[in-house]
Structures are given as structure tokens and as C-alpha cells.
């Protein structure tokens, strides 16, 4: 409840003041407490949605900058939802849905015009990158305003000339200043020795002058360029000092003699402060001086929430107590210590002394009325508070099994450790509570001091968070700057790191205690001093398990206490997840609902499963704590092929991480010619029968023969296998596999289909299957036209609608896609929203379309599921290690990589053309040839060619398309590899052979503008010079630049739209808050 700035300056009384404060930051005030201090009147605050100066602030800056490049095309402020500025080119928020600006990072992005003075309306903003720009002028002379609470500023490599501004001197939060390589001029201001916070100095390369300042704090100075510069070890001494002169002797006496002095103040005070502390524990030796001092009051007023305000004999509660002795203290930490209070009718309480609070009665009165409604299952209950003259106490119900820490920690010789279970349960239990207090309390309450101190077990060993909300209580009331100025951000080791830097508490530092919690349940170690870690160590708790990482030792962190054959992999699971939350990097942390479905998902296989319904849409009442509901269950049906196989397994992935069991098919004989690995997901592998489970793995069956049996066979085979399961509560079928709906609707379940092709082919196919684009097509038809598509010809449509005859039983599979399709509960599409946007929306009125991809492991994109680097599904072995060495050896943007899928590959006649092509071009390549296509290419080339490229059966695509080494893709477009292309930017040559891919190459180049396409001959071959070209057309020149620059948009557009808040993860949250509120 921070005052955010807001002044008033009619005259009230300071409890008054403190109510409008609260009334400006968040709405009004429903209603004002009468005078009695203990009134348990409840306020309704209403949050404002927007922080307009934050968007006016950004507007500003992009209409007075020059944008060459056009970079800033992501900044489009015709929107109307929380945090869409955060999804800007080059910024960063405090919070995905709030648009209140944290960082602006645009460097090296050909930006030109003078430093905008807008930038002082983002208030909020703690760091600025300009660097490597075109900007210039000189800086305006009042820097403050602009950089009011910027730790970091870097406006190296630009233009900027005059004087360095010494307004620069009142930026008291820098921490790093780089204005190297301009044209400053003039003397360094000496005022910027008062940056007491300044590590990073740099003016290198500018035509500065004169005397440095001397700063006492190691700051590290970059001087280098600057020959008018002196006064530094580094620099040239300045006129007048070269000499020992009498003054320099009396003023190094007087230096001297005042650091002596100093000294000796500084030891005496050390030694009063120890004499004081020393007599304190003297006078005060059971620490409980406190509670004498308030005898006087005979009776204590208690107000508690549920009833009356009653009053308490001052001895019964001393009694209760034993006078607030230290042997019934239950757990200490920075609010203040927590007592056992046991009453003579046997009842249990517990009461809070809270640390030094300057609030007023009335202000105390008002935050307790408000956290007294704060009710939660793993939340301590918050009974009531009292107020004996200055002190100010809490009332808890009584925790029976102590704190988190003590259990750990400090275990009695005859007390059994923590067994797993209890460890998985506590750990979900406090992401349960922690979730609820960020997501669902509005406004959102930020605990601000998580620890294993503060988390308290019951009776039943279920967590219960205390201290929720008394952070803003230990502060000053005068600024609401002073919990950052002051550093009071919890106890040491559980601290976010960015902290330090920023000063202001969010929602990922929280997150980053509770992984430190996490961290303590899976290790046993404590936060600050690990007894497994070398002696030499001197790190914390995360460091040290980061370490073990790097080094490949994970699993060494982990408690062997506990950990039985059984359980393994949920251990190292819940160890991952817990690595996950204290990154470094606050924005690659998951929010704490993301944890808590994490950790949920994991118990779902207990007996202590979460049968709560805590859905994504945070439509969670407490009430419904004990429901017996399940979670819901869906069954996910994947066509056998692994352009099929590997997008639906990605779906499935985010399902389990939203809380949903998930349990994913394909065939049985499928499943015995590929490596399929869904270990360590928690997502449930098995198989249905498409009448051929006897084949052998090498045994070819005909279309004509595969299509018809597995339509007569699959019905009966996935009705047995719902069955098997039990309570399936909806099926998401792959497009290619229609009849599933049907079964769906036998069951009465939800019927979902998963198209594994773009929108713009579903429409074509759509139109044929509905008679309403007649086929075959032919040179002799005019352009094709169709709703939400640009004008195409006829041979780039696909291969199938211009070819009908060539497979006439795939032309039926693909058009039967669409035979039930009206009677699909849900249509979700691999594509994303921005990508094929106009039709989406015509799609959107035919049936409810959705968009969930693009498919890639997480860890390729929004980086938000532990460790996704891989599909999951093998059908050949890579070569990696051969792949990775090579590519590492080759410069940057220097080797063009050339595979065409797992189905078809290219004939002897293209394979001789792109053999020739790849010999006479200039470039390195990787090529990946099957196995079974290598007769097809001259030896002479494989052994000539070994410096310049490398021929592989199989590689490991996404890290290949990732290496630094690769400058263009030349690929058959199959969607896969073109949403790999497109999710990691990088530029395309399209030569597609069949199928969806002709349409498919039509978007990479026309329409999404990151390739170009190789066009076949009049023979269907795309020959050696044609190849050429169009390598060079994407891999240097003018062409280049443009390709380039718009793989980078689509790739920011495609992390955009899966990460937290875009389109596709909005599309899945809607998914599974339906499923979640059906079942």
C-alpha cells in the first residue's frame, strides 16, 4: 500500500492523512473508521488499472526520436489491457500486467535525435540503455528528473557533446554510469564523488579535461582517451602537485590526524554501543523487559474479528506467557517474536510482539481490520490484536508442530527427520498460500519475508505462511521509499539479489525466497551456511546448488535422508523447480501460480492430491478449500508422425505446468519405432491400436491400406483406452484423426481438434472439403481468393488441392479433416495470432479458434517449463557432439544449414543440384542427408568438402538453428521447421516439396517477408544457380539486412505470444479455466 507520490494539502489529523494517502494510491475509501482506534471497519480499495504517465512517458519518447530501422514498431499504444507496454521492444516492467516501466534497453538500435526529456515521466524506471545509438546534442542540465531513481545508465557510443551535467551528482541511485565514446568536453564534474552507490564509471573516448573526482568507494573508473584528463594513478598528475610542498605536508598531517581521530571515535563509540548492549542483556536477561514495563495497565483492550471487542486481565495473559518469557518464544524474525500463550482452561493461542512500529493506534487498527479478512487455508489465522500503551501484539491461532526452520534444523537426538511426502505437501501447501496472496488479494499482497522461520505446521504438518502482510508495517510511515533506502527486505540468505540494485520489492523476489525454501526442503542445508560445501565456500544456499549444477553435480545438493528408489524423480523434479525460482534474472522466474501448478502436478500422484479448484482465471474462493473435486483429466491423441507427435507433446507439457493431468497417445506401432521419452514431465504415456501392431518396424504399409484400417480399428481401440483410464473429461485429437470426436460425443466428453497445419491451410482445405474451391486446380485458373489469404496461384496452394491425383488417399485424410469439424467443442491451431491474424479472425466466426503455439520447447522461447529443451520423441539418433564441435569452429552467420524434414526427402536429380550448388558456393554448410538417401551423393563431395561442410544422417535441429554459426535455413517448410525458423529468427531459403509446405514457403516469403523461395524448372527441380541465388539473396547483401530484421520481429512476436500474458498462453488459460470450472 505504497503512497505512490500522492500529496494532499488540506489539513487532517495524521491517521486522516494516512487514509487519503492510501485513498489517491488506490481509489477512495468506502468508509472512515470512527475515532476508536480499535474499529474493525474493512476498507475496499479499488486499484487504479493504468499508470498513465508510464504510457504517456513511452508515446513521448517514440514521437521524439528518430526511428530508421523502424525497432520501434512493436510500440503500438492502441490497446487497452494491463502491461501492454511490457510487451514493447526494449522494455521491461516491474510486473507483466501492470504498465508501469522498469528498464528501457534499446541499444544499437540506430536510433537518432537528442536524449528525450519525456523519459522523466517513467518514474518507476531504475535503468536506461542507449548505447551504440545516433543520438546527440548535449544532455539536459537537470539529469535528475529524468534519472530520479536510475541505478544504471548507459548512453556509451552515441553523439552527446558539451559538459558533463553535475546534476548527475543528486542521481543518488547510481550504480553504473557509462558515457564513453562521445564527445563530452569540459572537466568532469567533481561533485560526482558524493555517488556513494557508483561502481562502474566510464568516460573513455571523449575530450574531457582537468581534475577527476576522487571517489572513496572502489569505484571502478575507465579514463582511457581523454589526454587533457589528470589527478588518477592512471592519469597524468595536475599542474601543481607534482611537487611536495610544506602545505601538501601540513594537509597530509592534518589527513592524518583527522583519520586518527576519527579511529579512536569510531572504536569508542564501538565500545560504548558494546557496554550499552552488554548492560541492556544485564538489566534484561529473559529479554522480556518489555512486558514488565506494561503492568500498569490492569486490563487490555482485545479486539478480535469474528467477535466484540472483550476485554483480558493483563495477568492471565502475563500468566499465559510466563510474563513473555524466551522459553515460550515459538519462532523470532524480522517482525518481532512469536509466543506460546497457554490459557488455564487449556486453550492455545498465540501472541506476536511486533518489532518497533511508528503507526499511529488508528493506523495499526486499519491494517489489522484489513489482514483480519486475509483468510486461507495455509495462511496462520490472524485472530486479533490488542494495543498495551506502546507495545502491539497479535493473536494467532496456536500452530501445534512449531516452524519450518526448527524441523529442518533443529532436530532433537530422538525426533525423526522430515520424511519425503511431508516435505512435497509443505512445499506445495506454502506455493498454495504464497499464489493466493499474489493472485487472488486485491491488491495483491506481497509477503516481502519469506523464510522456514515464518512458515508454521499444524497439527497436521499443513504450512501455514505467518507474517502475510506486516512487512509495510515495520517501515517509517513518512516515505514509502524507506523500506528500499533502509534495505529491509527479509532475513539474510532468503534476499532476491536484484534488490540490492533496484530497491523495490515485487512479486518474483518473493518467488525467489520461496525457492530458497524450497531449496532447504530438497537439501537440508540452510540459507546461509551449508555443511555439505567445501570449507572454502562462502556463498549462499542458491549459489552453492547453481554451482553443483554448472559442474553437472545437481543431485549431489540433495538430502540422501529421504530419497528412495521410488521417489527419485519427484525429488529432482521438485529440485528443479525450486533451481527455477532463484535465477538471477528476475523475468526468467515463474510467478508463483506457475510454481504452484508445478509443485501441484507433482502431488497429484500422492494421496494428498490438491483437490481445490485454483484455476487460471483466479476465480478461487477459500470457501472451496474442501472440495472433492479432481482435477481435470485430458486425454491428448496424436496421429503417428513426429510432425505430429512433437507439437502435441509440446500442448501437453503446458497443460501439466496449468495443473492439468494429461495423458498423451499414439499408436502402439508407432511407439516401437521411435524413442519416446516423457520422463521427468508427469505427463502419462500410452497407446491405442491402428490394426497394424504387429508389424515389424521396418515393414511399409501403403496409404491406401494404413488410412482405411486405422479409421475401422482406432473407435473401438480409443473407446477401451477412455475406459481403462477412467474419468477422462475431454480428448484433444489430432486433426488428421476426425472420428475421435465422435467417440468424444459417446462419452459425453469434451471433444477438442488440434490442427498440426497453418490457418491459412485449414482454410484452403476447409473450402474444398465443403465443395466451395473446386479441384483439381490448374495453370489455366485465375488466383485463388479466399477469405483472410493474399491472392495465390495455383501451384502455391498445397499439393494436394493442385495435385489431387498424386496421393489420392492423403488428399482424403487432409480434406476429411474438416467432415465434423462444427461439432468441435474448441479448434486450437499450432500458429500464433499475430502470425495469420486476418484469418484467425474469419476462422473465429466459423468455430471457436484458438491459438496455442508456437509449439518449441519451452526453454527455446518464454524459457517458463524446467529444463524443456527437447521434444521428447527420436525417430533417428542425432549426431550432436559431431554437429555442436563442427559448428563451434565456424564464425558467425558464416554456415548454411540445409534438412528436409523426417517424410520426404529430395529426389537423385535435386540432391545432385544442391550437391553442385553447395560445392561451388562460398559458404560452409551442415547437411543433413537420411541415411537411406547417401548412395545419392558423390563420395568425392563428402571427402572434398570436409573443411568447408559436414554431412550428417540426423542433428539436433533447435540447438543447430540456435548456434551463432548459422545464417540461413534451407528448409522444405514443413510447419515445424518453419515455426523452429520463425521462434528462434532465423532467415529462411524454402524449397518445398509437398503437401502443406508450397503454402507454407508462399507465407515465408511474401507475406512474413524471412526468406526467399528457391522456385522449381519446368522438371520440378530447383536447380544449382537458382539455389545459389537464393543462398546469397538471404546470406549478404541488401536483401539480407531486410530478412534479417524481420526474423528478429517475428521471433520477439513468437516468445511474445507464449509467454505469460501473450495471446497463446491467454488461449491455453482459457482452456483450462473452462475445464477446470466443468470438472
Known amino acids: 500500500m505504497a503512497s505512490h507520490g500522492f500529496r494532499f494539502t488540506r489539513s487532517r489529523t495524521a491517521s486522516q492523512s494516512f487514509h487519503l494517502l492510501v485513498a489517491a494510491a488506490f481509489g477512495p475509501v468506502r468508509h472512515l473508521p470512527p475515532e476508536d482506534p480499535h474499529s474493525l471497519t474493512v476498507w475496499f480499495l479499488k486499484k487504479k488499472r493504468f499508470s498513465w504517465s508510464d504510457i504517456d512517458c513511452l508515446k513521448a519518447f517514440k514521437a521524439s526520436i528518430e526511428d530508421p530501422e523502424n525497432v520501434l514498431i512493436s510500440w503500438d499504444f492502441n490497446n487497452n489491457t494491463e502491461g501492454y507496454i511490457c510487451k514493447f521492444a526494449g522494455i521491461e516492467c516491474?510486473?507483466?500486467?501492470?504498465?508501469?516501466?522498469?528498464?528501457?534497453?534499446?541499444?544499437?538500435?540506430?536510433?537518432?535525435?537528442?536524449?528525450?526529456?519525456?523519459?522523466?515521466?517513467?518514474?518507476?524506471?531504475?535503468?536506461?540503455?542507449?548505447?551504440?545509438?545516433?543520438?546527440?546534442?548535449?544532455?539536459?542540465?537537470?539529469?535528475?528528473?529524468?534519472?530520479?531513481?536510475?541505478?544504471?545508465?548507459?548512453?556509451?557510443?552515441?553523439?552527446?557533446?558539451?559538459?558533463?551535467?553535475?546534476?548527475?551528482?543528486?542521481?543518488?541511485?547510481?550504480?553504473?554510469?557509462?558515457?564513453?565514446?562521445?564527445?563530452?568536453?569540459?572537466?568532469?564534474?567533481?561533485?560526482?564523488?558524493?555517488?556513494?552507490?557508483?561502481?562502474?564509471?566510464?568516460?573513455?573516448?571523449?575530450?574531457?579535461?582537468?581534475?577527476?573526482?576522487?571517489?572513496?568507494?572502489?569505484?571502478?573508473?575507465?579514463?582511457?582517451?581523454?589526454?587533457?584528463?589528470?589527478?588518477?594513478?592512471?592519469?597524468?598528475?595536475?599542474?601543481?602537485?607534482?611537487?611536495?610542498?610544506?602545505?601538501?605536508?601540513?594537509?597530509?598531517?592534518?589527513?592524518?590526524?583527522?583519520?586518527?581521530?576519527?579511529?579512536?571515535?569510531?572504536?569508542?563509540?564501538?565500545?560504548?554501543?558494546?557496554?550499552?548492549?552488554?548492560?541492556?542483556?544485564?538489566?534484561?536477561?529473559?529479554?522480556?523487559?518489555?512486558?514488565?514495563?506494561?503492568?500498569?495497565?490492569?486490563?487490555?483492550?482485545?479486539?478480535?474479528?469474528?467477535?466484540?471487542?472483550?476485554?483480558?486481565?493483563?495477568?492471565?495473559?502475563?500468566?499465559?506467557?510466563?510474563?513473555?518469557?524466551?522459553?515460550?518464544?515459538?519462532?523470532?524474525?524480522?517482525?518481532?517474536?512469536?509466543?506460546?500463550?497457554?490459557?488455564?482452561?487449556?486453550?492455545?493461542?498465540?501472541?506476536?510482539?511486533?518489532?518497533?512500529?511508528?503507526?499511529?493506534?488508528?493506523?495499526?487498527?486499519?491494517?489489522?481490520?484489513?489482514?483480519?479478512?486475509?483468510?486461507?487455508?495455509?495462511?496462520?489465522?490472524?485472530?486479533?490484536?490488542?494495543?498495551?500503551?506502546?507495545?502491539?501484539?497479535?493473536v494467532y491461532k496456536y500452530m501445534a508442530n512449531g516452524n519450518l526452520h526448527d524441523k529442518l534444523h533443529l532436530l532433537e537426538n530422538d525426533t525423526k527427520p522430515l520424511d519425503w511426502p511431508s516435505r512435497l505437501k509443505i512445499g506445495i501447501g506454502i506455493a498454495k498460500g504464497l499464489a493466493w496472496l499474489h493472485h487472488n488479494c486485491n491488491p495483491r499482497i506481497l509477503h516481502r519475508n519469506i523464510s522456514s522461520k515464518c512458515i508454521l505446521l499444524d497439527s497436521d504438518l499443513e504450512p501455514r505462511i505467518s507474517d502475510f502482510g506486516l512487512a509495510r508495517l515495520m517501515n517509517p510511515v513518512d516515505t514509502h521509499l524507506s523500506t528500499f533506502v533502509n534495505g529491509e527486505f527479509g532475513d539474510l540468505g532468503y534476499v532476491a539479489p536484484e534488490y540490492a540494485r533496484t530497491l523495490v520489492a515485487t512479486p518474483k523476489g518473493d518467488v525467489y525466497s520461496f525457492g530458497v525454501v524450497l531449496l532447504e526442503l530438497v537439501t537440508g542445508e540452510r540459507p546461509t551456511h551449508i555443511s555439505k560445501a567445501p570449507e572454502t565456500f562462502k556463498g549462499s544456499l542458491p549459489e552453492w546448488v547453481i554451482e553443483l549444477s554448472s559442474e553437472g553435480r545437481l543431485q549431489d545438493s540433495i538430502d540422501k535422508s529421504f530419497v528412495e528408489k521410488r521417489n527419485e524423480s519427484e525429488v529432482f523434479q521438485f529440485l528443479k523447480i525450486a533451481c527455477n525460482c532463484v535465477v538471477q534474472a528476475h523475468k526468467e522466474r515463474p510467478s508463483m501460480f506457475e510454481v504452484y501448478q508445478l509443485l501441484r502436478a507433482i502431488g497429484a500422484r500422492r494421496s494428498f492430491e490438491d483437490k481445490t479448484r485454483f484455476n487460471q482465471a483466479f476465480s478461487f474462493d477459500a470457501n472451496t478449500m474442501s472440495s472433492t473435486r479432481k482435477q481435470p483429466h485430458v486425454l491428448v491423441l496424436s496421429y503417428p508422425a513426429q510432425g505430429h507427435v512433437n507439437p502435441m507433446i509440446q500442448f501437453c507439457k503446458r497443460l501439466v505446468a496449468k495443473g492439468i493431468k494429461t495423458t498423451f497417445a499414439t499408436t502402439f506401432s508407432f511407439s516401437k519405432n521411435v524413442h519416446i521419452d516423457l520422463n521427468n514431465t508427469l505427463i502419462t504415456f500410452e497407446t491405442f491400436s491402428d490394426g497394424f501392431d504387429d508389424n515389424c518396424p521396418d515393414q511399409i504399409v501403403s496409404p491406401d491400406v494404413y488410412f482405411p484400417k486405422l479409421r475401422e480399428v482406432g473407435p473401438k481401440s480409443l473407446s477401451d483406452l477412455i475406459q481403462k483410464l477412467g474419468g477422462v473429461n475431454a480428448i484433444v485429437y489430432d486433426g488428421f484423426l476426425p472420428w475421435a470426436l465422435d467417440v468424444s460425443k459417446q462419452f459425453k466428453i469434451m471433444g477438442v481438434v488440434f490442427f498440426t497445419q497453418t490457418c491459412a491451410v485449414n482454410n484452403i482445405y476447409y473450402h474444398v472439403n465443403r465443395n466451395l474451391l473446386q479441384i483439381p486446380l490448374s495453370d489455366s485458373d485465375s488466383l485463388v481468393s479466399l477469405p483472410g489469404l493474399p491472392p495465390l496461384e495455383y501451384w502455391e496452394t498445397p499439393s494436394f488441392v493442385h495435385k489431387f491425383d498424386l496421393f489420392p488417399a492423403v488428399s482424403d485424410l487432409v480434406f476429411g479433416q474438416f467432415t465434423n469439424i462444427d461439432q468441435a467443442d474448441w479448434v486450437l491451431i499450432n500458429s500464433f495470432y499475430k502470425l495469420e491474424e486476418e484469418v484467425v479472425n474469419w476462422m473465429g466466426k466459423l468455430w471457436r479458434v484458438r491459438t496455442i503455439g508456437p509449439t518449441l520447447p519451452s526453454m527455446y522461447l518464454d524459457k517458463r517449463l524446467l529444463d524443456d529443451r527437447e521434444y521428447g520423441v527420436n525417430v533417428f539418433k542425432p549426431k550432436r557432439v559431431e554437429c555442436m564441435n563442427w559448428l563451434n569452429n565456424k564464425p558467425k552467420r558464416s554456415v548454411v544449414y540445409l534438412a528436409f524434414g523426417s517424410l520426404m526427402q529430395p529426389g537423385s536429380e535435386q540432391m545432385k543440384e544442391i550437391t553442385c550448388s553447395l560445392s561451388d558456393g562460398g559458404f560452409s554448410f551442415l547437411w543433413v542427408v537420411k541415411s537411406s538417401l547417401e548412395d545419392n551423393i558423390p563420395q568425392e563431395f563428402v571427402d572434398g568438402m570436409s573443411k568447408k561442410g559436414l554431412v550428417v544422417a540426423w542433428c539436433p535441429q533447435l540447438e543447430v538453428l540456435t548456434h551463432e554459426s548459422i545464417g540461413c535455413f534451407v528448409t522444405h517448410c514443413g510447419l515445424n521447421s518453419v515455426l523452429e525458423a520463425i521462434g528462434l529468427g532465423v532467415p529462411m531459403v524454402a524449397m518445398p516439396q509437398w503437401s502443406d509446405q508450397t503454402t507454407n514457403a508462399k507465407y515465408v516469403e511474401d507475406v512474413w517477408g524471412v526468406g526467399v523461395r528457391a522456385k522449381q524448372d519446368v522438371n520440378g527441380i530447383v536447380t544449382r544457380r537458382v539455389l545459389d541465388a537464393c543462398i546469397r539473396q538471404v546470406m549478404e547483401g541488401e536483401k539480407s539486412i531486410e530478412i534479417r530484421k524481420n526474423a528478429t520481429k517475428w521471433r520477439d512476436l513468437a516468445i511474445e505470444a507464449i509467454e505469460e500474458g501473450g495471446t497463446s498462453d491467454k488461449n491455453i488459460n482459457e482452456f483450462v479455466a473452462e475445464l477446470s470450472l466443468q470438472y
Open 94 to 394: 516491474w510486473h507483466p500486467d501492470e504498465n508501469k516501466v522498469l528498464n528501457i534497453k534499446l541499444p544499437d538500435m540506430g536510433l537518432k535525435g537528442t536524449l528525450p526529456l519525456a523519459l522523466q515521466n517513467c518514474t518507476s524506471m531504475t535503468g536506461l540503455d542507449l548505447s551504440s545509438n545516433k543520438l546527440f546534442g548535449k544532455l539536459p542540465t537537470n539529469m535528475t528528473k529524468i534519472l530520479g531513481f536510475v541505478t544504471t545508465l548507459d548512453l556509451s557510443s552515441n553523439n552527446f557533446s558539451g559538459k558533463i551535467p553535475s546534476s548527475f551528482a543528486n542521481c543518488s541511485y547510481l550504480n553504473v554510469l557509462r558515457l564513453g565514446n562521445n564527445r563530452f568536453s569540459g572537466q568532469i564534474p567533481l561533485e560526482l564523488r558524493n555517488l556513494n552507490r557508483l561502481k562502474e564509471f566510464s568516460v573513455v573516448n571523449n575530450q574531457l579535461s582537468g581534475q577527476v573526482p576522487y571517489f572513496q568507494n572502489g569505484t571502478e573508473v575507465s579514463y582511457t582517451g581523454n589526454p587533457g584528463l589528470c589527478g588518477h594513478p592512471s592519469l597524468s598528475p595536475c599542474p601543481g602537485t607534482v611537487k611536495k610542498s610544506n602545505t601538501g605536508v601540513i594537509v597530509g598531517a592534518a589527513v592524518g590526524g583527522a583519520t586518527i581521530a576519527a579511529l579512536i571515535v569510531v572504536f569508542g563509540m564501538l565500545f560504548f554501543m558494546r557496554k550499552v548492549v552488554r548492560k541492556r542483556k544485564d538489566d534484561d536477561p529473559d529479554g522480556n523487559k518489555w512486558a514488565k514495563s506494561i503492568k500498569g495497565a490492569k486490563t487490555i483492550k482485545l479486539s478480535m474479528f469474528e467477535n466484540p471487542v472483550s476485554k483480558m486481565r493483563l495477568s492471565d495473559l502475563m500468566k499465559a506467557t510466563n510474563s513473555f518469557s524466551k522459553d515460550n518464544i515459538i519462532g523470532s524474525g524480522r517482525t518481532g517474536c512469536l509466543y506460546k500463550a497457554e490459557f488455564e482452561d487449556g486453550s492455545l493461542l498465540m501472541i506476536k510482539r511486533l518489532q518497533d512500529t511508528q503507526h499511529s493506534e488508528k493506523e495499526f487498527a486499519s491494517e489489522m481490520s484489513t489482514l483480519g479478512k486475509v483468510k486461507h487455508r495455509n495462511l496462520v489465522p490472524l485472530l486479533g490484536f490488542c494495543v498495551a500503551k506502546k507495545e502491539r501484539l497479535l
